[in-house]
């Protein structure tokens, strides 16, 4: 079961998991075990422990990455538009919009997380529950 469970995680198509998605896609592995075990892997260099509880494969997209740091967090703007090729400045960070405002190092990567008001992030979630 231990291989099975690193397998398992490299044939997804995510790069990155937390803690709590790794328990939801092995359910018959207690949480204290599973946590055991992740740690063991860590230290083994089969998977990347990038901070707490967030764990990553050998190569991971580091948007990915900084959306499950800090949930809801959205890739704002700059991000977006210089990965597109529109904006031709140059940013060594990576922008995302959340209800908090913090940087981040992670690795070589630095995230800046911006804080934009709540009604922003939950409209959405309003949408879809008036569509129902």
Known sequence: MSENLILELYK???????LQEISLLF???????????MSYFASRKSIKKLSRAIY?????????????????SYISFETVLQKAGVTFQYYE?????SYLTRTIKCGDF????????KISYSIRLALSNREM
């Open 27 to 37: 359910p018959q592995l207690p949480y204290n075990n599973l946590k055991k075990r």
């Open 93 to 97: 960070r990576i922008f995302a919009a």
């Open 56 to 72: 990553a494969k050998e190569t991971y997209d580091i948007l990915e990455l900084a959306n499950k740091l800090y949930v809801p």
């Open 12 to 18: 997804r198509p995510e790069t990155v998991f937390t």
């Open 110 to 117: 630095i995230i800046e997380y911006k804080r934009i008001k």
